[in-house]
C-alpha cells in the first residue's frame, strides 16, 4: 500500500520551496511523474497532484444538464436594490435598479416593465414589510407607482398585475387591542397593543383603490359571547378563528406571503403563513359584498370558498391531518402547462413532525361547482395527499425556514427556489435536479467564486425567483447580448462565462474569458486538445492531452479556429478568446479540452499560473 500525506494547507506555489508539493522527501528531490519514482520510493512519497486553480464552484452556474427548459430567470436578492435577469449559463442578461430593497416580489410583464414591490423602512412592521409598488420600464425609468404605508398599514410580500392592468396587493392593517378583544380575541392571546390581520386591496393604474377584503370581515370566535363574531367555530369553516394562534399572540397574526389570481375563475389565492394554510376567495364581488357573507358568482360573499393545508385552524382535524408548515407561493399552475388549475406549493416545513424539511407540493383542488364553490369530503377539503412532491423522500438536506417558491415550466419541469440560500433547482417530474445557479449578490455586492455567500453579512437570499421563455413578449424586439457572469473570478478560464462543461453547435462561435489577477499584462497562452491528459510542469500538470492540435493551438498557427489563443492580459488580468470550429459534419461529436497557461519569467520554469481546463461538447 502507499502512504500517502494529504496537502492540508495553502495550495503550493512557485513562491519558495517550502510551500511546494513534490513527490520525494526533500524540497531538493522532486520527480516531475510518478513513473520515474522507484517503487521503494513510492510507498513513502507525497501522492499529490496540483494542475492549478480548481476553485469549488460556490456561486453562480452550479449544474447544467440535458433536459432543462430554456429561457432567462429573474430573481430578486432580498440584500439589494437590484434585479438580475440570467441566462441558462448564468450569465447577466438585464437588471434593473430601484432605490430601495425588495419588498419582497418582482415580476416581469409582457411589455418588459419589472413590477416591483419595495421596503420604504416602515420599521414598526415585520420583515416582508414594504409599503410601494413600482413599475420600470426596461431602461430602468419608474413609470408607475403606488404607496401604501403609515403607522396604521402597510403593504408586505406579494402582488400580482391583474390581466385588467390593475394589481393586487398584500397589506397589514393595524387593529388595537381595545378593537381586537372588541371582535373577541382572548386578551392571553395578545402578546402586544396591536393585532394586523391582513387584508388585500385591488388598486388601477391611476393609483385607486377599487376593490378591497379583509379577513376582519370574515371572522368567528367560540371565547366570549358577549363580544361580536361569537358562534361554533367547527361549524363555520368559511369564516377564520380569531382566536387560532400558533404564534405566541405575535402582532403579525397571519403572515400572508402570496397573493394569486385565477382569470377563468375569478377567485384568488392568499398563502397565509402562520395559519399553515391557502385560502381562496371570491373575486367577482363589488367591495361591500367582500365584506359581508354574500353576493358574487359563489353567493357567499368574501367568505373563504376553500382552505387546506390545516384542518385545525377550523377544529376539524389533529395534528396528523397538517400538510402545511409555513408555506409559501402558493399559486394555481397556469392554463397550458402540465398540471394546470393544479395548486404548486412551497412547503417550507418549519415544525414539520419529522423535523426541518422543505419540499415543493402540488395537490389537485376539489372540482368547483358553477358558481365557483369547493365540496368538501366530510369536514375537510380535499386532498388527503399531494400528487406530486420535490424532494421524494423528504430530505433534511433540503430546508429552507422563509420565503422561497416554485414554478411549474412548459415541458413539465419544475423550477424551485431555496430563497434562504439564494438557491435555484430546475428538477424533473422524475426528481431528478438537470440545472442548478446560485446568487452571489449579498448587501455587499457580489462574492468572488469560490466564497460561501452564506458566511457574508446578510447572505445571499432571494424572495423568488421566476422563469421566461426566450420567445416572452417581454424580450420582442429587445437586443439582448449575455454578459458576464455575475460573480467575481480571480484566476479561471471561464466557456461561456462558467467552467462547466458546454454543448455547442458546429459553426457557432465560443466565447472564452481568462481571468488572471496577478498577471496583468503577462503573455497567456491557451491550448485545446481533443481529450483530457497530463502533461507535466514542474510539480504541475495541463490537464489536456499531448498533441499536434495542443501545440498548433498553443503556438498560435490556427488562428481562423482559435483565434486571440496567443495574447496578453489587460493591466487587471482581463482576456477574452473564441473558439470557431467550422460547421462541417465530421466535427460533431467531438469533445474539446481547453486550458491556458502565463509566462512568468520569474518561475522556475518560466511557467506562471496554469488554468483549470473547460470542456465543450460538439453538437448538430
Known amino acids: 500500500s502507499v502512504n500517502y500525506t494529504a496537502w492540508a494547507a495553502q495550495r503550493p506555489t512557485t513562491d519558495s520551496k517550502a510551500d511546494r508539493i513534490h513527490f520525494l522527501g526533500t524540497p531538493t528531490e522532486r520527480s516531475s511523474r510518478w513513473g520515474d519514482m522507484a517503487s521503494e520510493t513510492k510507498l513513502q512519497a507525497y501522492v499529490i497532484e496540483y494542475s492549478g486553480p480548481f476553485t469549488k464552484r460556490t456561486v453562480g452556474l452550479l449544474q447544467s444538464k440535458e433536459g432543462t427548459w430554456d429561457g432567462y430567470t429573474l430573481f430578486n436578492p432580498l440584500g ?10 448564468g450569465r447577466l442578461m438585464h437588471s434593473w435598479q430601484s432605490r430601495y430593497r425588495p419588498g419582497a416580489v418582482a415580476e416581469l410583464l409582457p411589455n418588459g416593465n419589472l413590477l416591483r414591490a419595495g421596503d420604504v423602512g416602515n420599521t414598526k412592521f415585520a420583515p416582508g414589510r414594504g409599503g410601494i409598488v413600482e413599475e420600470f420600464d426596461w431602461q430602468g425609468k419608474v413609470v408607475w407607482q403606488f404607496s401604501y404605508t403609515s403607522t396604521m398599514h402597510v403593504l408586505h410580500h406579494d402582488v400580482e398585475r391583474m390581466p385588467n392592468g390593475n394589481t393586487l396587493m398584500i397589506a397589514w392593517e393595524v387593529k388595537t387591542r381595545n ?15 396591536e393585532l394586523w390581520p391582513d387584508k388585500i386591496i385591488e388598486v388601477d393604474t391611476k393609483g385607486n383603490i377599487v376593490w ?22 367547527g361549524s363555520h369553516p368559511e369564516l377564520v378563528d380569531i382566536n387560532y394562534e400558533p404564534n405566541g399572540g405575535h402582532e403579525d397574526w397571519m403572515h400572508s406571503n402570496a397573493v394569486a389570481y385565477n382569470s377563468d375563475l375569478d377567485q384568488i389565492m392568499l398563502s397565509v403563513r402562520h395559519f399553515n394554510e391557502l385560502w381562496i376567495i371570491d373575486h367577482s364581488t363589488t367591495t361591500a359584498e367582500a ?12 367568505d373563504l370558498l376553500y382552505r387546506w393545508g390545516n384542518p385545525m385552524a377550523y ?53 368547483a361547482d358553477a358558481q365557483g364553490n369547493y365540496p368538501r369530503a366530510g369536514q375537510v377539503w380535499g386532498p388527503k395527499t399531494a400528487l406530486w412532491t420535490w424532494p421524494n423522500p423528504l430530505s433534511y438536506d433540503f430546508f429552507a425556514p422563509f420565503v422561497s417558491g416554485s414554478q411549474r415550466l412548459p415541458n413539465g419541469n419544475t423550477l424551485i427556489c431555496h430563497g434562504q440560500k439564494g438557491l435555484i433547482l430546475e428538477v424533473k417530474a422524475s426528481g431528478e435536479v438537470v440545472w442548478e445557479y446560485r446568487s452571489p449578490i449579498t448587501p455587499k455586492g457580489a462574492v468572488g467564486q469560490g466564497e460561501d455567500p452564506l458566511f457574508t453579512p446578510g447572505g445571499n437570499s432571494m424572495f423568488r425567483a421566476q422563469r421566461y421563455p426566450v420567445d416572452h413578449p417581454a424580450f420582442a424586439k429587445r437586443s439582448l447580448t449575455p454578459g458576464a457572469a455575475i460573480e467575481n473570478y480571480s484566476v479561471a478560464l471561464l466557456v461561456e462565462e462558467s467552467t462547466l462543461p458546454l454543448r455547442s453547435k458546429v459553426g457557432q462561435p465560443i466565447d472564452l474569458r481568462l481571468a488572471s489577477q496577478q498577471d496583468g499584462g503577462r503573455l497567456r497562452l491557451l491550448g485545446t486538445a481533443l481529450a483530457p491528459g497530463l502533461i507535466p510542469v514542474d510539480s504541475r500538470f495541463l490537464r489536456v492531452a499531448p498533441g499536434e492540435l495542443t501545440l498548433a493551438s498553443m503556438l498560435g498557427t490556427l488562428p481562423t479556429v482559435f483565434p486571440g489563443y496567443v495574447a496578453t492580459f489587460d493591466s487587471q488580468g482581463h482576456s477574452t478568446a473564441r473558439i470557431l470550429i467550422p460547421d462541417l459534419q465530421l466535427f460533431v461529436g467531438l469533445e474539446l479540452h481547453t486550458m491556458f497557461l502565463t509566462l512568468d519569467p520569474a518561475a522556475p520554469t518560466g511557467i506562471g499560473t496554469i488554468s483549470n481546463p473547460v470542456i465543450v461538447n460538439l453538437t448538430r
Request: hydrophobic share 35%.
Open 80 to 89: 439589494s436594490t437590484q434585479n438580475f435577469v440570467v441566462d441558462m449559463r
Open 212 to 233: 378591497e377584503w379583509n379577513v376582519w370581515d370574515h371572522l368567528i370566535q367560540d371565547h366570549d359571547s358577549t363580544k361580536q363574531n361569537f358562534g361554533p367555530v
Open 291 to 302: 365584506a359581508s357573507h354574500k353576493g358574487g358568482r359563489s353567493g357567499k360573499g368574501g
Open 315 to 367: 377544529r376539524a382535524g389533529s395534528v396528523i391531518d397538517q400538510r402545511l408548515f409555513w408555506q409559501h407561493d402558493s399559486h394555481w399552475i397556469p392554463k397550458g402547462l402540465p398540471g394546470a388549475g393544479h395548486i404548486l406549493i412551497f412547503n417550507n416545513g418549519v415544525r414539520h413532525p419529522i423535523g426541518p424539511v422543505s419540499s415543493v407540493v402540488e395537490i389537485v383542488p376539489p372540482t
Open 179 to 193: 378593537e381586537a378583544l372588541a371582535a373577541g380575541r382572548n386578551p392571553d392571546l395578545l402578546a402586544g397593543e
